[in-house]
């Protein structure tokens, strides 16, 4: 039974790389444009890894993270943030907004399969 | 390959991005004074940058990453935005389309292009970034993964203790010791001194703490990098432990060993993982081609059955030896059919993990204590049956915590424990599968669904129901019990919804309760959606298929047997009950059938939930295996059959469906019927003069549709 994932990016480019690789791993993937669109799709839809981008039009992603463990059936679900930069101010604002961990970019296909075993567990 | 398919949306995309990053400078130009235009102009270049990295294009890596250390300086305010700075980014921006143009054409652009405006923005970064460490430069993935060496096995002891507010972050402790044992052989201790007695216990935090002993090949830093989530959120000890002596010297040497050696090392390492993994035990299968596996096997089945009809017919020395050769055939083709679904088949424990997760939200929503017991989690099913039973497990799941289970308050007034216990079990049993998510809560508050359902109209306020019959009001369309709308169990989909989910895979669902004591929800399934084991059946000209798994024996009846109750309806007495006769003939209206019970065979069927129903055929042709062809998707459903199926020589037979059929007709009371009739009558009537008045030419043309649906769809 593939997990659910969703991935957060205003990029089409990264979306559809990250779904692709998501989608060979064999993983069922939704794709949101931004986090106000993410937050939509997650009011009406089960996930269990959320991928988000930081820098996104309308909702960021640390406002992303926040308004996720606000939401009550997705206060532990892991979030994984893709950051460019080894930018530790970053992974520090999303740690405390309640980020699980971080993916950094460009990431490496096995590097990103490997992160969600180890916090989604499959 | 990866690359070309999103190198053109990745040019598209860059595309915009120019036209939107031109547009907020211009405006930005013009004197506006938005911060959001500045941010937006980032964006562009940033995502740029991005997709930049992951094509390796690094003329246009190195250029952004200056442009965007500008922007984001002026971003956040260290620079101010003046009418130079912003002629200064369109320029750069122009640079960046030309760039981008030479990128999209795969051509290597002059390394000198846009030099002056590179130094400018370099300036001007630094200008910024005065006094401020420079951004860092951008981390190459798997540079960490090299810059280590396996060195041999080693022990290692770790601590592990979490800070109680991990859980928060959505880290879970099970999975980083799962990506452990990735790594190697792990001993785990759990410390579990710190965890409070049962009913303080806030499900949100962690208090339990690890001792492990890892036997592995991989370096200390790939051990570190699983817990690179959790490090300030955890007390984390890593430690090689006591070497024996006779290995220091070696592993000495080993680390001693010359940098310059390592890429070669490295090299050698990566072709042993190669080598190891291929040799390795498990590959990863696209599923689009085990389904067209699956599907060329049912042909091939469909096929060798045909083949060995018309074998069957030879006759003479060379027919036996054919015959004994298509047998061969046959069986081997079973034992292939077999292989080829146990291909499909997964361990139900894929479903029931996720569980742990969703009692965690709903208990600690409602502020209830949950101990969840699994069995026969190695339990294996078919992919598809295992994807569609997610959504009416965890349904059925949250439904057991909000509904079922009591808060801690109200268990410890009845003296229960203060905790609820769940269990969910999957066994296999006479070629289905068996799953239960039981309970120990309040049970069905058959009182208040009899009320809701007369409330709802479902019910009249007199009706005398079973027991049962009150449990299965759950399954209604549009009918709740819950007082309020809850966050977890919430409305709109109820247990109607898993029913018909179930239902729609072969399925059935039943529920026992116990007032008090509690609930169990079964679910049965089939292992597969694919094949069937069933038993043909002729009527008429006509042939039809029942599950075995629904038949239970066929019985030669005697009209003594068989009393009549009204019209058009016969029961039969059965095993010491009396069991409503279905004559197929009449449900599909076939007009050459047996109609005399006498001449013909009744079968008896029973559903899950244990109703029977005696199917009058005129005779039974033997069981085979049959490959379910979906009547919905070729042609549409039929009342009374649950799909279809092309049997050895090539014609079709409706599948019928058990259930369906029994609730074809409204129950009756049989037992007061029948004494009633008996008294009045005191006479048996022969059925026959009840066919159906439907008619029969529309039902031949239908199946003469079928037929050629079938076909066209095979080709």
């Known amino acids: 039974m593939p997990l659910k994932i969703i991935t957060v990016d205003d990029s089409k480019t990264m979306r559809d790389m990250v779904s692709f690789t998501l989608k060979e791993a064999g993983y069922d993937v939704l794709t949101a444009e931004d986090g106000k669109d993410a937050v939509r799709v997650l009011e009406v839809n089960r996930v269990d890894v959320v991928i988000t981008d930081l820098n996104m039009p309308n909702m960021n992603g640390i406002e992303l993270i926040r308004a996720i463990r606000a939401m009550p059936t997705l206060k532990t679900v892991p979030v994984l943030m893709l950051t460019t930069e080894a930018d530790e101010a970053k992974k520090t604002a999303g740690k405390e907004a309640g980020a699980t961990g971080w993916i950094v970019k460009p990431f490496n296909p096995e590097k990103l399969i490997s992160v969600i075993q180890r916090v989604a567990g499959g | 390959m990866m690359e070309d398919r999103f190198k053109q949306t990745y040019f598209e995309e860059c595309e915009d991005r120019l036209l939107e990053a031109e547009e907020a400078l211009n405006s930005l130009q013009s004197g506006s004074e938005d911060p959001e235009l500045i941010d937006m102009v980032f964006r562009a270049v940033h995502s740029i940058k991005g997709g930049a990295a992951a094509f390796a294009l690094e003329q246009i890596v190195d250029f952004t990453h200056h442009f965007e250390t500008s922007l984001d300086y002026m971003r956040d305010g260290r620079l101010d935005v003046t009418r130079e700075r912003i002629d200064l980014f369109l320029r750069a921006k122009d640079i960046l389309d030309t760039l981008i143009a030479d990128a999209k054409e795969s051509e290597k652009s002059d390394p000198g292009l846009g030099r002056g405006i590179l130094e400018a923005l370099a300036a001007l970064a630094a200008t910024g970034g005065e006094g401020n460490d420079a951004p860092a430069a951008d981390k190459t993935p798997g540079q960490e993964d090299l810059l280590s060496s396996p060195e041999g096995e080693r022990t290692w002891s770790l601590v592990f203790r979490p800070h109680q507010d991990m859980l928060k972050t959505g880290n879970e402790p099970l999975f980083i010791i799962r990506a452990l044992k990735t790594l190697g052989a792990l001993q785990l201790t759990a410390?579990?001194?710190e965890i409070p007695p049962f009913d303080e216990l806030p499900p949100?935090?962690?208090?339990?703490?690890?001792?492990?002993?890892?036997?592995t090949m991989?370096?200390?830093?790939e051990i570190r990098e699983i817990f690179e989530f959790v490090e300030d959120m955890c007390e984390l000890k890593i430690a090689l432990q006591d070497v024996p002596p006779g290995d220091m010297p070696e592993r000495?040497?080993?680390?001693?060993?010359?940098?310059?050696?390592?890429?070669n090392r490295r090299k050698e390492d990566r072709e042993l993982k190669d080598a190891m993994s291929t040799g390795s035990s498990s590959i990863r299968v696209e599923l689009g081609r085990i389904d067209n596996m699956v599907n060329l096997v049912g042909e091939m089945v469909i096929a060798q059955s045909m083949l060995q009809e018309k074998v069957r017919r030879l006759t003479g020395e060379g027919g036996a030896e054919v015959i004994k050769?298509?047998?061969?055939?046959?069986?081997?083709?079973?034992d292939l059919q077999d292989s080829v679904m146990a291909v499909r088949a997964?361990?139900?424990?894929?479903?029931?993990?996720?569980?742990?997760?969703?009692?965690?939200?709903?208990?600690?929503m409602l502020g209830k204590d949950i101990r969840l017991t699994t069995f026969g989690e190695d339990t294996e099913v078919d992919k598809t049956v295992l994807e569609n039973l997610v959504d009416p497990l965890t349904h059925m799941v949250r439904n057991a915590i909000d509904h079922g289970i009591e808060t801690p308050e109200d268990r410890e007034k009845i003296g229960k424990p203060l905790y609820g216990m769940l269990q969910l079990s999957a066994r296999h049993k006479s070629g289905r599968i068996i799953i239960e998510v039981e309970d120990d809560g309040k049970g069905i508050d058959r009182e208040a669904v009899m009320k809701k359902a007369v409330e709802q109209d479902l019910e009249k306020p007199d009706a005398n129901l079973s027991d049962n019959e009150i449990n299965n009001m759950l399954f209604r369309p549009g009918f709740s019990t819950s007082k309020e709308v809850t966050e977890v169990s919430g409305r709109g989909v109820g247990m109607d919804v898993v029913k018909r989910n179930i239902t729609n895979m072969g399925g059935r669902i039943s529920v026992q309760s116990t007032p008090g004591k509690g609930s169990r929800f079964s679910l049965s399934l089939p292992l597969t959606l694919a094949v069937m084991d069933g038993m043909v059946v002729a009527v008429g000209s006509q042939r039809f298929v029942l599950p075995t798994i629904n038949t239970i024996e066929s019985i030669q009846p005697s009209l003594d047997d068989i009393s009549t109750i009204s019209a058009n309806c016969n029961v039969i007495k059965a095993r010491g009950e009396y069991v409503r006769i279905m004559p197929l003939f009449d449900v599909f209206g076939v007009t050459d059938a047996i109609t005399n019970p006498e001449e013909g065979l009744v079968v008896l069927a029973e559903s899950d939930e244990g109703d029977r129903l005696a199917i009058m055929v005129d005779e039974v042709l033997g069981q085979q295996q049959v490959v379910i062809k979906s009547l919905e998707t070729n042609y549409e459903s039929v009342?009374?059959?649950?799909?279809?199926?092309i049997l050895g020589d090539g014609e079709v037979a409706l599948i019928i469906d058990v259930p369906g059929m029994i609730a074809m007709e409204p129950n009756i009371d049989l037992k007061t019927l029948v004494a009633q009739n008996r008294a009045k009558a005191g006479a048996v009537e022969i059925p026959g003069s009840g066919i159906s008045e439907e008619n029969p030419a529309r039902q031949n043309?239908?199946?003469d549709e079928l037929v050629s649906q079938a076909e066209k769809n095979d080709g």
């Open chain 2, 346 to 364: 997964q361990k139900i424990k894929s479903v029931f993990t996720r569980m742990p997760r969703i009692i965690r939200e709903a208990s600690d």
């Open chain 2, 325 to 334: 050769s298509t047998e061969q055939l046959s069986r081997h083709m079973h």
């Open chain 2, 218 to 221: 991989a370096p200390e830093e």
């Open chain 2, 252 to 263: 000495r040497r080993s680390q001693a060993v010359d940098k310059q050696d390592r890429p």
């Open chain 2, 191 to 193: 410390e579990t001194d």
């Open chain 2, 701 to 703: 043309a239908r199946e």
């Open chain 2, 639 to 645: 009342p009374g059959a649950s799909a279809a199926t």
């Open chain 2, 204 to 215: 949100s935090q962690c208090r339990m703490s690890w001792r492990m002993v890892l036997k």
